[in-house]
C-alpha cells in the first residue's frame, strides 16, 4: 500500500519567492495534517483538515502561509513570500476517523525547504 | 538527512541490552498517546499507541507503559538493535481532537 505521498522532496529557493508543497494522503483517509519540524522548535502542528475542511489553523506562523485540500486525495501548503526563517522539514500525515476517538497518524517523508 | 535537533537528551545502549525511554506529558485530559520512531531523513514511524484506559501494552519487542497518575509514557525496546538508533518521540490527544502534541523527542544509539 503506498503511504503518504510528498513532493518535491527538496526545495532550495530564494528569499521572496513562492514555494508550494504537495501531498496525497493515503486513500480512504479523511484527516491531514501539516506539521513543521526544525531543531530549535521540534515538531509542531500547522494545520489539519478533517473531511477536506480546515478544522484548527491556529498553528500557521502568518499570513504568508496557507493550506487548501480541493479534495479527499490532495492538499497543498503555500508560502508567499518565503524567507529563510521558513526552512525546515515540512510533514503531512494522515489519519482515517472511521473509528470512534483519536487515530494514528501516518506521516510522509517530508520537504526539507531550504529558503536563501 | 535532517537532523531532529542538536540538543535532544541521548540514551546510548550497547547493542541487546533493553532501553527505556520516557515521556512525561501535561494535559491530564489526554487519553491516546504514541510512539513514534524517526530516523535520519525520513518522517516519523508509528511504533505503538495505548490509550488511557490501559496502562501496558506489548507491541513486537516494544512495550509502552502508561502511569495517569504522575502522567509518565514510557518505551521500553528489548534486546535492543542497531537498527532501533533514531530520535524517539511520544505524542498525546485527546478524544475529539486529531492533532497530536509531540514530546521533544530522544536519541537513542545502539552501540555495537
Known amino acids: 500500500d503506498a503511504g503518504v505521498i510528498q513532493s518535491p522532496r527538496h526545495e532550495v529557493t530564494e528569499m521572496g519567492q513562492e514555494v508550494t508543497l504537495r501531498c496525497k494522503p493515503i486513500?480512504?483517509?479523511?484527516?491531514l495534517f501539516w506539521y513543521r519540524q526544525t531543531m530549535m522548535r521540534g515538531l509542531e502542528l500547522l494545520i489539519y483538515?478533517?473531511?477536506?475542511?480546515?478544522?484548527?489553523d491556529s498553528g500557521m506562523p502568518e499570513d504568508r502561509f496557507s493550506a487548501k485540500m480541493p479534495n479527499a486525495s490532495f492538499s497543498t501548503l503555500k508560502i508567499q513570500p518565503s524567507e529563510p526563517r521558513d526552512s525546515a522539514v515540512y510533514f503531512c500525515?494522515?489519519?482515517?476517523?472511521?473509528?470512534?476517538?483519536?487515530?494514528?497518524?501516518?506521516f510522509g517523508p517530508g520537504t526539507r525547504l531550504t529558503v536563501l | 538527512g535532517e537532523s531532529v535537533g542538536l540538543h535532544l537528551p541521548t540514551l546510548s545502549v550497547q547493542e541487546g541490552d533493553n532501553s527505556i525511554i520516557n515521556c512525561a506529558y501535561s494535559?491530564?485530559?489526554?487519553?491516546?498517546f504514541i510512539w513514534y520512531k524517526q530516523e535520519s531523513g525520513k518522517g516519523p514511524q508509528f511504533i505503538i499507541d495505548?490509550?488511557?484506559?490501559?496502562d501496558k501494552r506489548q507491541g513486537q519487542r516494544v512495550t509502552v507503559l502508561l502511569n495517569k497518575t504522575v502522567k509518565h509514557l514510557s518505551l521500553q525496546i528489548a534486546a535492543t538493535q542497531p537498527g532501533d538508533s533514531a530520535v524517539y518521540f511520544c505524542?498525546?490527544?485527546?478524544?475529539?481532537?486529531?492533532?497530536?502534541?509531540f514530546g521533544s523527542g530522544t536519541r537513542l544509539q545502539v552501540q555495537p
Open positions: 505524542a498525546e490527544t485527546y478524544t475529539g481532537r486529531r492533532a497530536l502534541t
Open positions: 500525515a494522515s489519519s482515517s476517523t472511521a473509528r470512534t476517538g483519536a487515530d494514528t497518524q501516518y
Open positions: 495505548i490509550r488511557s484506559n490501559m
Open positions: 494535559n491530564s485530559a489526554s487519553d491516546y
Open positions: 486513500s480512504g483517509h479523511n484527516s
Open positions: 483538515f478533517n473531511n477536506n475542511v480546515p478544522i484548527d
